[in-house]
């Protein structure tokens, strides 16, 4: 008997929801000790594995080359790696991806082994630096055991999402100019897939398969890593047409998974991040949050393509921009937590070398916002050297090996992006956010203040290729007294700061401390 979807009373949904047979147990020696979950006002650095180092020179890059540069990140004053898919997958080809997944508790034999995954974390553990791994589980790939056997029509069946006759209405909607079919033939029936046919989507109603990958959730968790990355948050159930993301069940069990799951880990000590791709609008984007009780975080999607925006004087930048930034501060979770980026391996932006063509005065103050907006920063492999799309088709173009060479103290964009961490560190390290006033984004100045206990921090950007004149008077942020100011990464000396104004060069920002 297939399985034809259909929608569910309120009952069922939540019967469609629960998780069970998985057991919370971190390994205490592997594990970082956290009594909340990461992020909050960490240096996150997102690595494409393939293209970040080769340890045995293979032409692939490697689980153990990771290890070995963490000495490296550990310098930049990087806190947390968000690692790419490295489950066994089967395309191997020269974009290899790993979200066709063919076992889950398996490490690709070409970036590496268990053996090598515990090390790394033990390695990184020791120097303070916290790793998330990514998982696809809204799919698998077409050459898993577990399809390959629901074809033949076997125990599996019901893991995957079969029907005779689906209908119209099917589309992948954050591309409609050139939709593909969701529904993929086979014998008499069809299976579905909203990304491809090379990747069945599982089927979440079946409690078997919420429970395996509630297993397969906690089995990476358990052996030390310090959270998870959701692949594809928007598609695990499917309503029928026109219904294929962001459905109540979907939310449901997330919201579960929060409780069941990521909630016990904090119980124990060791708190566990749990962190959305759910890309969309900003709309969409809040209900992933739920009421503080789904993903801890979600990444900022909209923020990415306006911050270049802003810089490059687009038209409507400033308008978008604080039209984002307000609507999440009035209808967000309060303190929430945004994954901020200027790129990833997708198409959600041009690496910043490309997109300011070179210009390492552009490059830096992309990254001094990205840095300092309240969130979470992830900066993609590469980009702290000056890194360009590579001249390959789609998203090849950034996923490129990474160039080490260009880790030079000659380098401007990588001494901008030293100078950049170590503010970062420096003035954000134990600060405790209690409030946010956001100024926006006005004649060329983008301003806003952090404020925490007894201390406020001012974060000045002239986003424009003029000098601006900015006012510093630290009454008008609240505060009495300036502690210190620092400008494009600089610490000025006590007879360099002006009591009342100071002139900011183009493509610069000004940060400032007042107690």
């Given at each position: 008997?297939?399985?034809?979807?259909?929608?569910?009373?309120?009952?069922m949904?939540?019967?469609?929801?629960?998780i069970?047979?998985?057991e919370?147990?971190?390994?205490?020696?592997?594990?970082?000790?956290?009594?909340?979950c990461?992020?909050?006002?960490?240096l996150?650095?997102h690595i494409?594995?393939?293209?970040?180092?080769?340890?045995?020179?293979?032409?692939?890059g490697d689980i153990n080359?990771?290890?070995?540069?963490?000495?490296?990140?550990a310098s930049?004053?990087?806190?947390g790696?968000?690692?790419?898919?490295?489950?066994?997958c089967?395309?191997?080809?020269?974009?290899?991806?790993?979200?066709?997944?063919?076992?889950?508790?398996?490490?690709?034999?070409?970036?590496?082994?268990?053996?090598?995954i515990k090390?790394?974390?033990?390695?990184?553990h020791?120097?303070?630096?916290?790793?998330?791994?990514?998982?696809?589980?809204n799919?698998?790939?077409?050459?898993?055991?577990?399809?390959?056997d629901?074809?033949?029509?076997?125990a599996?069946?019901?893991?995957?999402?079969?029907?005779?006759?689906p209908?119209?209405?099917?589309?992948?909607?954050?591309?409609?100019?050139?939709?593909?079919?969701?529904w993929?033939?086979?014998?008499?029936?069809?299976?579905?897939?909203?990304?491809?046919?090379?990747?069945?989507?599982l089927?979440?109603?079946?409690?078997?398969?919420?429970n395996?990958?509630?297993?397969?959730?906690t089995?990476?968790?358990?052996?030390?890593?310090?959270?998870v990355?959701?692949d594809?948050?928007?598609?695990?159930?499917?309503d029928?047409?026109?219904?294929?993301?962001d459905?109540?069940?979907?939310?449901?069990?997330?919201?579960?998974?929060?409780?069941?799951?990521?909630?016990?880990?904090?119980?124990?000590?060791?708190?566990?991040?749990?962190?959305?791709?759910a890309w969309?609008?900003?709309?969409?984007?809040r209900?992933?949050?739920g009421?503080n009780?789904?993903?801890?975080?979600?990444?900022?999607?909209?923020?990415?393509?306006?911050?270049?925006?802003?810089?490059?004087?687009?038209a409507?930048?400033?308008?978008?921009?604080?039209?984002?930034?307000?609507?999440?501060?009035?209808?967000?979770?309060?303190?929430?937590?945004?994954?901020?980026?200027?790129?990833?391996?997708?198409?959600?932006?041009?690496?910043?070398?490309?997109?300011?063509?070179?210009?390492?005065?552009?490059?830096a103050?992309?990254?001094?916002?990205?840095?300092?907006l309240?969130?979470?920063p992830?900066?993609?492999?590469?980009?702290?050297?000056?890194?360009?799309?590579a001249?390959?088709?789609?998203?090849?173009k950034?996923?490129?090996?990474?160039?080490?060479?260009?880790q030079?103290?000659?380098?401007?964009?990588?001494?901008?992006?030293?100078a950049?961490?170590?503010?970062y560190n420096?003035?954000?390290?134990?600060?405790?956010?209690?409030?946010?006033?956001?100024?926006g984004?006005?004649?060329?100045?983008?301003?806003?203040?952090?404020?925490?206990?007894?201390?406020?921090?001012?974060f000045?950007?002239?986003y424009?290729?003029?000098?601006?004149?900015?006012?510093i008077?630290?009454?008008k942020?609240?505060?009495?007294?300036?502690q210190?100011?620092?400008?494009?990464?600089?610490?000025?000396?006590h007879?360099?700061?002006l009591?009342?104004?100071?002139?900011?060069?183009?493509?610069?920002?000004?940060?400032?401390?007042i107690s």
């Amino acid at each position: 008997m297939e399985y034809c979807m259909q929608l569910k009373t309120t009952t069922m949904i939540h019967a469609d929801c629960t998780i069970s047979d998985f057991e919370i147990k971190p390994d205490a020696e592997l594990s970082l000790k956290k009594k909340a979950c990461v992020l909050k006002n960490e240096l996150f650095y997102h690595i494409w594995i393939p293209a970040f180092y080769d340890s045995n020179n293979d032409g692939t890059g490697d689980i153990n080359g990771i290890t070995i540069k963490l000495d490296y990140l550990a310098s930049l004053g990087i806190k947390g790696i968000w690692l790419s898919p490295f489950f066994e997958c089967d395309y191997k080809g020269d974009n290899m991806h790993g979200y066709d997944t063919t076992d889950f508790y398996s490490v690709n034999p070409r970036l590496g082994t268990i053996e090598d995954i515990k090390n790394l974390l033990h390695t990184a553990h020791t120097k303070g630096i916290s790793i998330l791994f990514d998982l696809p589980m809204n799919h698998t790939s077409h050459a898993h055991p577990w399809f390959i056997d629901s074809k033949k029509g076997g125990a599996y069946k019901d893991w995957y999402i079969w029907n005779e006759a689906p209908g119209d209405g099917w589309h992948i909607i954050w591309d409609e100019a050139r939709a593909k079919k969701t529904w993929h033939s086979h014998s008499d029936s069809h299976y579905y897939g909203v990304f491809s046919g090379y990747m069945p989507d599982l089927n979440f109603v079946n409690n078997e398969v919420r429970n395996e990958m509630a297993r397969i959730i906690t089995y990476w968790l358990n052996m030390g890593f310090d959270g998870v990355r959701i692949d594809g948050a928007r598609y695990i159930y499917e309503d029928g047409p026109e219904k294929i993301s962001d459905t109540q069940r979907t939310h449901l069990l997330f919201q579960t998974i929060r409780k069941d799951i990521f909630d016990k880990y904090s119980e124990t000590g060791y708190s566990k991040l749990l962190i959305a791709e759910a890309w969309g609008e900003k709309e969409i984007i809040r209900n992933y949050y739920g009421n503080n009780d789904e993903f801890h975080s979600c990444f900022n999607f909209p923020l990415t393509q306006l911050i270049p925006d802003l810089i490059n004087n687009v038209a409507h930048a400033e308008t978008k921009i604080n039209g984002l930034i307000e609507y999440q501060l009035t209808h967000y979770p309060e303190k929430y937590l945004g994954g901020i980026f200027l790129t990833n391996h997708d198409l959600a932006g041009n690496r910043p070398a490309t997109e300011f063509k070179n210009d390492h005065k552009k490059m830096a103050l992309a990254a001094a916002i990205q840095f300092f907006l309240p969130g979470t920063p992830f900066v993609y492999y590469g980009n702290e050297v000056g890194m360009h799309n590579a001249n390959l088709k789609g998203d090849m173009k950034l996923r490129s090996k990474m160039e080490w060479e260009k880790q030079q103290n000659d380098n401007a964009v990588f001494k901008s992006y030293n100078a950049l961490c170590s503010v970062y560190n420096t003035i954000l390290n134990d600060f405790e956010d209690i409030d946010f006033a956001f100024h926006g984004a006005n004649k060329g100045i983008l301003s806003f203040v952090r404020i925490g206990s007894g201390k406020r921090i001012v974060f000045l950007f002239n986003y424009t290729g003029k000098m601006k004149t900015i006012d510093i008077d630290p009454l008008k942020y609240g505060g009495v007294t300036i502690q210190h100011e620092i400008i494009n990464g600089r610490k000025l000396d006590h007879s360099e700061i002006l009591q009342s104004e100071q002139s900011l060069p183009a493509y610069s920002f000004c940060i400032i401390v007042i107690s």
